[in-house]
C-alpha cells in the first residue's frame, strides 16, 4: 500500500483510465473510425500492463542491453508515435488521392453533362470542323 | 483528335491559345477537339474557355498540373479519341507545330516529345538545372533506347496506348507531368520519339534561374527520377508490347 502511494503507478492507472473512456466515447460518437482506434488501445493496453508488472521493462532492458530500464519505454514511446505518424501520413496520400480521382470524375462528369445539355456534340471521328467553331447561334447538326 | 490544355490562373494568355491553337489546325488541315482543363483557377480562366468555344473540364479544386493531364486522357480514353496532344496555356508552345508532332506519331511512336531547340526564344539552361536536365535526358534515353534532349517539356503528342497508360496511371509528383509519365512510358515499353520545336519565351511570367533554386531543381530532379525508376511498373492492357527493335527504325 506505501509502494502504491508513493508511486506513480496511481497516476498512470488513472491515465489510463481516462484514455480508455475518450477513445470509447470517440467510437461511440463516430468520431473515429474502429479501424484507427486499434493501435491506440493497444497501446493503452500496453501502458496498463508495464503499470501492473513493472518487471517487464526490467526484463526487456536486459534483453535489449539498455542500460536504464526508463530510456527504454522513452525509446518504445518514441517509437510507437513515429508508426503512428507514419500511419497517418499514409492515410491523408490515400485520401489525397481519391479526392484527386473523385474532383477529376466531377469536372468530367459536368463536361458531359454540358455537352448533353446544351453544348453542340463532339466525338472522335466527328469532331468540330475547326473552320466552324462552336458558337451558340450556330447549333450542332 | 483532341488537344488538352491544362490551365492554372491562365486568362491572360488562354484564349490566345485557343484561337492560335485552332487556326494551326485549321492551317494544318487537322480535325480536332480542343479541351481545356481548368485546374480549379482563382481568376478567369474557366470563364475564358468557355468563351473561348473550347470544351472545359471544370476541376472543382486545384490538384496540380498531373490531375489537369490525367482528366484530359481520361476524357479522351472515356471516348475513344485516339489521338492527343497537350499544350501549355502560357503560349510557350507554338501550335503549328502539331501537325509535325503528329506525322512522327504516325510513323509508328506511342509518345512524341516536342523537343525545346535552338531558334527564336530558345531555351538556354546553364549550371545545376542544365545539369539535372542532361541527367533526365540521359536517364530516359536509356530506358526508352532512343535519344532525347529535352525531357522536361510539356508539349507531347500521345497515341491510343499512350493515351490508356496516361488515363490510368499519369503521375501526379513534382515533375510527374513530364520526367515521372516518360519513364512510366518507357518502362512499359512505349515508343518515344522527339521532335525538335522551337519554344517561344512565356507569354507571361518568368521562369526561375536563380542558382538556388537550380540547385534544388536537380535535387528534387535527381529525386524524382530516383523514384520513378523503382516504382512498381505499370500494367499496359490491351495490344502486347511493341519493342523498339521491331519498329524497323
Known amino acids: ?19 480508455l473512456l475518450a477513445l470509447f466515447w470517440l467510437l461511440r460518437t463516430q468520431r473515429l473510425r474502429e479501424k484507427y482506434s486499434v493501435l491506440w488501445f493497444a497501446v493503452i493496453v500496453g501502458v496498463v500492463v508495464l503499470t501492473f508488472i513493472p518487471a517487464i521493462t526490467g526484463w526487456l532492458t536486459a534483453l535489449a542491453g539498455v542500460t536504464t530500464p526508463i530510456n527504454l519505454v522513452f525509446i518504445l514511446a518514441f517509437l510507437v508515435l513515429l508508426v503512428v505518424c507514419i500511419q497517418l501520413s499514409i492515410e491523408i496520400s490515400t485520401l489525397e488521392e481519391s479526392a484527386r480521382t473523385v474532383a477529376e470524375e466531377v469536372a468530367l ?15 472522335p471521328g466527328q469532331e468540330t470542323d475547326v473552320r ?9 447538326s | 483528335m483532341l488537344v488538352i490544355i491544362p490551365a492554372w490562373n491562365e486568362e491572360a494568355t488562354l484564349a490566345a491559345v485557343v484561337e492560335e491553337t485552332r487556326a494551326a489546325l485549321l492551317a494544318g488541315n487537322v480535325l480536332a477537339d480542343i479541351l481545356v482543363v481548368d485546374d480549379g483557377s482563382d481568376d478567369a480562366t474557366g470563364g475564358v474557355a468557355e468563351a473561348s468555344g473550347a470544351l472545359v473540364a471544370h476541376l472543382p479544386v486545384n490538384l496540380g498540373v498531373g490531375a489537369a493531364m490525367r482528366t484530359g486522357y481520361r476524357y479522351a480514353q472515356r471516348l475513344g479519341y485516339a489521338v492527343t496532344v497537350q499544350v501549355d496555356a502560357d503560349g510557350q508552345h507554338n501550335p503549328a507545330d502539331i501537325p509535325a508532332l503528329l506525322r512522327a506519331l504516325a510513323e509508328g511512336a506511342d509518345i ?41 517539356s510539356g508539349f507531347k503528342a500521345c497515341g491510343p496506348r499512350a493515351i490508356e497508360l496516361f488515363a ?32 517561344r519565351p512565356r507569354a507571361g511570367g518568368q521562369p526561375s534561374h536563380g542558382p538556388a533554386r537550380s540547385a534544388a531543381f536537380l535535387g528534387r ?6 523514384l520513378a525508376l523503382t516504382r512498381p511498373r505499370p500494367e499496359l492492357r490491351g495490344e502486347p508490347y511493341r519493342r523498339y527493335e521491331e519498329l524497323g527504325a
Open chain 2, 112 to 152: 512524341v516529345i516536342g523537343a525545346r531547340v535552338a531558334g527564336d526564344g530558345a531555351f538556354v539552361a546553364r549550371g545545376p538545372r542544365r545539369w539535372a536536365m542532361s541527367l533526365l535526358s540521359g536517364t530516359i534515353s536509356r530506358i526508352a533506347h532512343t535519344r532525347l534532349t529535352d525531357t522536361t
Open chain 2, 168 to 199: 490510368r496511371s499519369y503521375p501526379a509528383e513534382y515533375l510527374g507531368d513530364t520526367v515521372e509519365s516518360l519513364v512510366v512510358a518507357a518502362r512499359s515499353h512505349l515508343v518515344l520519339r522527339e521532335v525538335g520545336v522551337v519554344m
Open chain 2, 221 to 226: 530532379a535527381v529525386l524524382a527520377l530516383g
Open chain 1, 109 to 123: 462528369l459536368r463536361l458531359e453533362l454540358e455537352r448533353r445539355t446544351g453544348k453542340p456534340q463532339s466525338l
Open chain 1, 1 to 19: 500500500m506505501n509502494l502504491l502511494a508513493q508511486s506513480g503507478y496511481p497516476f498512470a492507472l488513472v491515465v489510463s483510465a481516462l484514455l
Open chain 1, 132 to 140: 466552324q467553331p462552336h458558337t451558340d447561334e450556330s447549333p450542332a
